[in-house]
T-cell receptor
């Protein structure tokens, strides 16, 4: 089954304790991205990746790191989490970002990770 | 920065009625997409309209795009209880997708 998986789904942690949220897709997609969703603010892009070893900042990259060593995986790293990073996080992928065709541009979302930083 | 802004923020209608929600954006775009999100879950793609298209249909969905006004509308006809969800527009400008805050749609039986 074609899907984007995220782990963990729920996480409670304390300020300053490094954590990693994993994201994996099995659709051979080139484009992957991370979003956070907060009430009233919609989705805000944290980082995106055009392909292996190619990543770039989105709108709210501060406090986050990513890596893209393999095509299928795009982990999100919080080196020193703070309470303002409490949020719902989504990973998403698509075939190609710039073709303008539905099949290539449709974003497939993971189920989300709820993070609470105390 | 947020580019897409949905309007209204919330909409409650009776089952069977049509639901219309709007999206405005600020800069030039390559295309505009609409997604649906059921409570707390991942978003699901509904429809994509390119910047050179004015109207697109998919089942009970109708999307229009007015690039001169930098706005789009999503019409859901003959609404059903299962349409209850939040709806988001996303605009692509080069490599980035920028999302609005969403319209929460409630269909009353």
């Amino acid at each position: 089954e074609a899907q984007v998986t995220q782990n963990p789904r729920y996480l409670i942690t304390v300020t300053g304790k490094k954590l990693t949220v994993t994201c994996s897709q099995n659709m051979n997609h080139e484009y992957m991205s991370w979003y956070r969703q907060d009430p009233g603010l919609g989705l805000r892009q944290i980082y995106y990746s055009m392909n292996v070893e190619v990543t770039d900042k989105g709108d709210v990259p501060e406090g986050y790191k990513v890596s893209r060593k393999e095509k299928r995986n795009f982990p999100l790293i919080l080196e020193s989490p703070s309470p303002n990073q409490t949020s719902l996080y989504f990973c998403a992928s698509s075939l190609y970002p710039l073709v303008g065709r539905v099949r290539q541009e449709t974003q497939y979302f993971g189920p989300g990770t709820r993070l609470l930083v105390l | 920065s947020q580019q897409g802004e949905e309007d209204p923020q919330a909409l409650s209608i009776q089952e069977g009625e049509n639901a219309t929600m709007n999206c405005s954006y600020k800069t030039s775009i390559n295309n505009l997409q609409w997604y649906r999100q059921n409570s707390g879950r991942g978003l699901v793609h509904l429809i994509l309209i390119r910047s050179n298209e004015r109207e697109k249909h998919s089942g009970r969905l109708r999307v229009t795009l007015d690039t001169s006004k930098k706005s789009s509308s999503l019409l859901i006809t003959a609404s059903r209880a299962a349409d209850t969800a939040s709806y988001f527009c996303a605009t692509r400008s080069n490599y980035q997708l920028i999302w609005g805050a969403g319209t929460k749609l409630i269909i009353k039986p």
